[in-house]
């Protein structure tokens, strides 16, 4: 099963989801990651903050969904906060949608301190979230039901 996180810029929630579900993904799972209008770069706090968790950063990088075209995903997940105003990239297939939003870290502000703890805080969050993905029951479940278990995990 290929999961697609998208989100604007794609250099930083959408690549800490995309590096911290291929880390906890069990064989059969991967994740990939793109943006709407990607920035072309990963933000360095983002890969520090992976780093820090012991997630491996290799071959992350600041896509637009159109890398995809050829190998489309099963599941497409936005990232973007809906409360930011942000417009959430649209992608258009059969793959299963759903919106995860998360905070922008890269918004925070405050001292070094402060802006380290809202990047913990948001892979703490994407964590809650891919452990109860992983604990789905794919196998009893249909389109309709696993739709609407997606929608579930992105309230937690």
């Known amino acids: 099963m290929r999961v ?8 930083c929630r959408s690549i800490l989801s995309e590096a911290l579900f291929n ?19 990963v933000l360095p706090r983002s890969l520090d903050t992976l780093q820090h968790a012991g997630i491996s950063i290799e071959g992350l990088s600041s ?25 959430c990239p649209a992608y258009f297939g059969p793959a299963l949608k759903a919106h995860w939003g998360l905070e922008d870290p890269s918004e925070a502000v405050g001292d070094e301190a402060s802006i380290d703890a809202a990047f913990r805080a948001t892979l703490a969050h994407i964590d809650l979230r891919c452990r109860a993905f992983f604990a789905v029951p794919f196998e009893r ?16």
């Not at 697609?4 to 250099?11: D, K, R, W, Y």
């Not at 906890?24 to 709407?36: K, N, Q």
């Open 4 to 11: 697609l996180f998208m989100c604007t810029a794609n250099s």
């Open 23 to 41: 880390h906890l993904a069990p064989e059969g799972f991967e994740a990939v990651s793109a943006g709407s209008f990607p920035r072309g770069q």
């Open 63 to 87: 896509k637009g969904n159109d890398a995809f075209e050829d190998n489309p995903p099963d599941i497409v997940i936005t990232v973007c906060d809906k409360a930011a105003g942000e417009a």
């Open 141 to 156: 479940l249909g389109r309709d039901g696993l739709k609407r278990e997606l929608d579930r995990i992105g309230t937690l």
